[in-house]
């Protein structure tokens, strides 16, 4: 016992009693319960009312939030509108019509139908862009490699021509014009080389459907030429240049 009592006094000494320790505890109960009545009153009290963007805004401005006011007047009077609707479609402004072409091909393969001298006169090298295509590609599937002397031949042949009706018309003629008409009477050709692909044309039969297309082609295109530049009485003398041009394509066909 005597030890204990000598623990008792050496232990450290403080103020801290149970009564302090009481009245701590109902300062933290009473500090919980102003808490709850706080937040309690924050909860009670009313929230405000939706209110429409129509009252947020004044009185001057009529358009809806994040939403500019248009005006309809603006947009009727802008010159861009009116634009876009009147645009030609996209085949016009090219210059490709296919009306025109297929009434083109019906003359060529015609050759005792008249040609339309409004039609022919137009510059279109859709047409003939394409028949061009089509005897490179035909003499490629008959084993002769040609696109070169093709191309060479269609450009110095339509300079040629072109030379020789504005010296023979009065009127003049475009290269565009001459070099459309050109293309287009190259179609028989294209039957031709296309017929090299099954059977050789180095014979006698080769010879005479090689000469029954150029004469084809020769007086399809001299008549498409009198009747765009109102050449009349002149067709055997457009025939025969054109006979020689179509000729160097034969030749390039049959051999």
């Not at 016992?1 to 450290?12: E, V």
């Not at 924050?42 to 004044?58: D, N, Y």
């Not at 040609?115 to 089509?134: K, Q």
Request: net charge negative; glycine share 10%.
């Amino acid at each position: 016992m005597s030890n204990l009592g000598q623990f008792d006094s050496d232990f450290y000494q403080s103020n801290y009693t149970i009564d302090n320790q009481e009245e701590r505890c109902n300062d933290s109960t009473a500090y919980g319960n102003l808490y709850g009545s706080r937040k309690q009153q924050v909860c009670e009290q009313p929230q405000p009312a939706f209110v429409p963007p129509e009252m947020l805004m004044s009185s001057g401005y009529t358009g809806q939030v994040f939403q500019p006011g248009s005006n309809p007047d603006c947009y009727s009077q802008s010159p861009y509108i009116d634009s876009f609707d009147e645009e030609p479609p996209l085949l016009e402004e090219l210059g490709i019509n296919f009306d025109h072409i297929w009434q083109k091909t019906l003359t060529v393969l015609n050759p005792l139908k008249p040609a339309d001298g409004s039609i022919m006169n137009e510059t279109d090298l859709a047409g003939p862009v394409l028949f061009c295509v089509a005897l490179g590609a035909t003499l490629l599937l008959a084993g002769k490699i040609q696109f070169g002397y093709v191309y060479g031949m269609s450009a110095i042949g339509c300079l040629g021509i072109h030379m020789l009706l504005n010296l023979m018309s009065s009127s003049g003629v475009s290269c565009g014009c001459v070099a459309s008409v050109l293309g287009y009477c190259l179609l028989p050709m294209v039957i031709l080389s296309s017929g090299a692909i099954f059977f050789s044309l180095q014979g006698t039969i080769g010879t005479v459907l090689a000469l029954v297309i150029i004469g084809w082609c020769s007086l399809s295109a001299s008549k498409i030429f009198i009747s765009a530049l109102d050449m009349e009485g002149q067709q055997l003398l457009i025939a025969y240049p054109c006979a020689l041009l179509y000729g160097l394509f034969a030749l390039l066909t049959v051999f």
